[in-house]
């Protein structure tokens, strides 16, 4: 099976994983379960998928380890992204936008619907400590991109095009509430242009931090965006674009 990002998986395998995922969130709880639940009082969401907001565990061993990993690293797998390191004010916002339909509501964004899944089964407290806990993890770099990789014009796209919402350097910038992206990978960044692009993601009216990035990707095309999708490994592993403003 050809995915939209180009790669190949097993679709049963795939499947499979996912009902048992779809089972555990019915069942109301997908992490790891202490003995001693009963005994614990806890502001429960609806439908939790954490029973215990005071395991000592926390948010994240117990529900958003099983998609993006003991170090926060994504898995490919379940097309979850690297989330080590990002903000928490970019998680909390991220989240909120999950929440309220802003993203993952779209028929075509499966994992974004997996994802907004999770968002509405927490509190704000568990979103809270476990966004804390994500942004105090060691940032995982995205791929270095291969050596046929057309540095230059992805150096003069992004000095052009990005630079000025997510930095010289790619770590984003809260007053415009862009992502950090050298941390994200590939499969994950190619999968989110595209998105933007075709307004799976960020399309929604009132959602103006997504528009922006939808106005962008419009100008863009795949080969563009697999350029940048190079580029931003170059960035990640120490390419610098701001000469390239003035060519
Ligand atoms: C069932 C698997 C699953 C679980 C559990 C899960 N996630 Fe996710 N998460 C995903 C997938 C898949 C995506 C990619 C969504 C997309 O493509 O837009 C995602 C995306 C995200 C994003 C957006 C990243 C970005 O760069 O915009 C954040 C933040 C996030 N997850 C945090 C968490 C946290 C924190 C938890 C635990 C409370 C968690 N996730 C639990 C699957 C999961
Ligand atoms: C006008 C400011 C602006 C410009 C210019 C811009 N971005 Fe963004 N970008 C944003 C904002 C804001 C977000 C967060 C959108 C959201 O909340 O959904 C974002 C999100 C993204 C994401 C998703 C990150 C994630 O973690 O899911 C990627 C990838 C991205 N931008 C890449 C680019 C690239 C590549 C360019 C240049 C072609 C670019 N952006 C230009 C503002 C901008």
């Avoid at 709880?29 to 954490?50: L, T």
């Avoid at 960044?189 to 939808?214: P, T, Y």
Wanted: with cysteine; hydrophobic share 30%; glycine share 10%.
């Amino acid at each position: 099976m050809e995915t939209s990002d180009g790669q190949s998986r097993p679709p049963a395998q795939r499947t499979r994983r996912w009902q048992l995922f779809a089972a555990c969130l019915l069942l109301g709880g997908c992490g790891n379960h202490d003995e001693n639940v009963e005994s614990v009082e806890s502001s429960q969401p609806e439908n939790g998928v954490v029973e215990n907001v005071s395991d000592p565990k926390g948010a994240y061993e117990q529900v958003c380890i099983t998609c993006h990993g003991p170090n926060g690293e994504g898995n490919e797998d379940v097309k979850s992204p690297s989330i080590a390191g990002l903000p928490a004010w970019y998680i909390e916002e991220q989240f909120r936008k999950f929440r309220e339909g802003q993203r993952g509501a779209h028929q075509d964004d499966g994992p974004g619907q997996q994802m907004r899944a999770i968002a509405l089964s927490l509190s704000e407290d568990q979103i809270k400590e476990a966004a804390e806990t994500v942004s105090s993890m060691p940032i995982v770099l995205t791929e270095k991109p291969g050596s046929d990789a057309n540095i230059e014009k992805g150096r003069y796209i992004f000095a052009n095009h990005c630079m000025e919402c997510h930095r010289y350097n790619g770590k984003g910038e809260v007053v415009f509430h862009s992502a950090q992206l050298i941390s994200l990978n590939r499969s994950y960044l190619r999968r989110q242009l595209k998105n933007f692009h075709a307004g799976v993601r960020g399309g929604e009216e009132g959602d103006i931090s997504g528009n922006k990035m939808v106005d962008v990707t419009s100008r863009l095309n795949d080969e563009q965006i697999e350029i940048l999708v190079d580029y931003i490994g170059a960035l990640a592993h120490g390419d610098d674009p701001r000469p390239a403003r003035e060519r």
